[in-house]
Nanobody, 122 residues
Framework: QVQLVESGGGLVQAGGSLRLSCAAS???????AGWFRQAPGKEREFVAA????????YYADSVKGRFTISRDNAKNTVYLQMNSLKPEDTAVYYC????????????????WGQGTQVTVSS
């Protein structure tokens, strides 16, 4: 099991930037590390994922070109750099470790952090 702790959320104006961090302890990410988000009244949605050993990255269309996922293998930490933030990016952001299967499906991830709130004001 991987213990995940997110940080870096906060309140930012539209057009601003935030950098989220997710520190892993216990076992490291064995396959993919992913970021998901959940806005009030909405389902949890895929944001980005990174292949832990190879560094391949994948993004939701809604964030492509604005968000960048990266990792530091030595620190067992995954990051989400969020630029050009929009009010519709407001959500609780979670990092997660993939168990297996599609990276786009939240039920394929078996370890989750507690989440960090991101609020973008207009």
């Amino acid at each position: 099991q991987v213990q995940l702790v997110e940080s870096g959320g906060g309140l930012v104006q539209a057009g601003g930037s935030l950098r989220l961090s997710c520190a892993a302890s216990g076992r490291t990410f064995s396959k993919f590390a992913g970021w998901f988000r959940q806005a009030p009244g909405k389902e949890r949605e895929f944001v980005a994922a990174i292949f832990w050993s190879g560094g391949n990255t994948y993004y939701a269309d809604s964030v492509k070109g604005r968000f960048t996922i990266s990792r530091d293998n030595a620190k067992n930490t995954v990051y989400l750099q969020m630029n050009s933030l929009k009010p519709e990016d407001t959500a609780v952001y979670y990092c997660a470790a993939l168990r297996g299967g599609s990276i786009y499906q939240s039920n394929n991830y078996n370890d989750w952090g507690q989440g960090t709130q991101v609020t973008v004001s207009s």
